[in-house]
């Protein structure tokens, strides 16, 4: 099963990333972080007024790279920020990339107190013809027992 598991996933700070490397600890797969051709700014306020007006836009960034043999996956991770109670541009522009259609989607996400808000509903918006699987939320990078939590999740969605 671990080779039609696809974890993909945005992170600025490393929280998403680390989430990332959990669940590929717990249900193997491949890793493809999504990389910006123009890297947000260093300072947070000013990634936080870059991305609230990328988002208010609906502007979606220039990737790095792109991901090829998407087929060959059949559950795909897909790891956000909370950014301004949604996606970061970089994960909406990803998913706009791609057909989704007969994949199955699993979100995650972290946040600085907003939750999972409209972040799962955001992905479903861009990937229609997808099933989506009840997604995790974590605050910050987890606690101490994050990797109990992320465990307890993919035990709960089957995975």
């Not at 910006?36 to 960034?61: D, F, L, R, S, T």
Request: charged letters at 15%.
């Amino acid at each position: 099963m671990a080779e039609s598991i696809l974890i993909v996933y945005f992170s600025r700070s490393g929280n998403t990333r680390k989430i990332a490397h959990l669940i590929q600890q717990e249900v193997g797969g491949t890793l493809h972080e999504i990389q910006v051709a123009a890297p947000y700014p260093a300072a947070y306020n000013a990634v936080v007024e870059q991305a609230k007006q990328e988002i208010q836009a609906g502007y979606k960034p220039t990737l790095r790279a792109t991901l090829d043999h998407l087929e060959a996956y059949d559950t795909i991770f897909v790891g956000s920020p909370n950014w301004w109670s949604t996606i970061a541009p970089p994960v909406a522009a990803f998913l706009a990339e791609h057909d989704w259609s007969g994949k199955t989607i699993v979100p995650f996400c972290t946040h600085g107190g907003g939750g999972l808000d409209r972040v799962a509903q955001d992905m479903a918006k861009l990937c229609p013809r997808a099933t989506f699987l009840s997604s995790f939320a974590v605050y910050g990078s987890g606690t101490g027992n994050v990797q109990a939590e992320v465990a307890a999740w993919l035990r709960k969605i089957g995975l």
